[in-house]
């Protein structure tokens, strides 16, 4: 049976807000079944909350931010990657601020966060974004597109003109221990010359070496270097699992990205749900000899 997941009990993340500089805490608490991935802002009057869904994308310049006349938040996708990679269906996000903990700029802490208090089954199946015909979408040179696949991988590959960096890919299919292994501890990067223009407008105020890989125009700046030779990839992959969660379910297909940020990754989630007759929404908890085909390749739950 493939059933709907949430946490077992309350876990707390706690850091400064990459922007702000200040304290915040992010709390992960049980959902009901069916009620999907929401954002819930404590500290406003009537505690409002939004579910994450691609139509709430607000902007996608440097993170991805939800939200918008009644609350925002932004940097989401640290987060949400590791609710993506662990299958959680449904979950409050509570945030005493606008902003989520930034911690080490990796999934890490929410992930350990997560499985400090562990999952429990619920009584609904499950319901995913099952990929039949392929849906593809590009801009420039950046490529987005997504395959029929029994299962969730990812293959992502960046080119940039930087020595430290220059052209790295990985191709993963995405299961608990595969993302804990090789992309949950990969961290954010910047450049030396963007965090000063973004530090000059009151922006990145808590950006630092320790929560982030930091680049000048050469090299790496971060005394103790990098986790990965290609932390760098393994990052947007992260960034990419993180932003599939505006789908609203998880999706079964195979995700294959070239130069792409979190702009190309929501248009193409919202060309998904535009596409209505390249995926169908499955349920894998009902009958499952109908399912057999699916299930004998679907990833380890
Ligand atoms: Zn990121």
Same mark, same amino acid.
Do not use: T
């Given at each position: 049976m493939f059933l709907q997941k949430t946490i077992r009990k309350r876990t707390e993340v706690k850091g400064v807000g990459l922007h702000s500089g200040k304290n915040c805490t992010l709390s992960f608490a049980p959902a009901p079944a069916n009620a999907g991935v929401h954002f819930v802002r404590s500290d406003l009057p009537g505690k409002p909350a939004l579910r994450v869904h691609?139509?709430?994308?607000s902007a996608t310049s440097y993170a991805t931010t939800l939200g918008g006349d009644v609350f925002s938040v932004s940097t989401v996708e640290h987060c949400m990657s590791a609710i993506s990679a662990l299958r959680i269906d449904n979950l409050f996000i509570e945030l005493d601020g606008p902003e989520i903990p930034i911690c080490d700029g990796s999934a890490g802490h929410f992930l350990e966060a997560l499985h400090s208090v562990g999952m429990i089954e619920q009584d609904q199946p499950r319901k995913y974004c099952y990929i039949t015909q392929p849906i593809y979408f590009e801009e420039g040179e950046k490529q987005a597109y997504v395959v029929p696949y029994h299962g969730l991988r990812l293959t992502v590959t960046i080119d940039f003109p930087h020595p430290a960096i220059g052209k790295q890919k990985i191709d993963i299919d995405i299961n608990d221990q595969s993302f804990t292994r090789e992309i949950a501890q990969a961290r954010t990067f910047g450049f030396m010359k963007d965090v000063e223009a973004l530090q000059s407008r009151?922006?990145?105020?808590?950006?630092s070496l320790d929560n982030a890989i930091v680049l000048d125009d050469e090299k790496i700046?971060?005394?103790?270097?990098?986790?990965?030779? /290609?932390e760098f990839v393994r990052h947007k992959a992260l960034d990419a699992l993180g932003d599939l969660v505006t789908l609203g379910m998880p999706l079964m297909g195979h995700v294959v990205l070239y130069k792409a940020g979190h702009d190309v990754m929501n248009k193409l989630i919202r060309k998904i749900f535009d596409s209505k007759d390249s995926f169908k929404h499955i349920e894998l908890?009902? /009958?499952?000899s109908e399912n057999a085909a699916l299930i004998s390749g679907i990833y380890n739950e």
């Open positions: 691609a139509s709430q994308v009151g922006l990145a105020l808590g950006g700046l971060n005394p103790s270097g990098l986790r990965f030779k /290609d908890g009902a /009958d499952i």
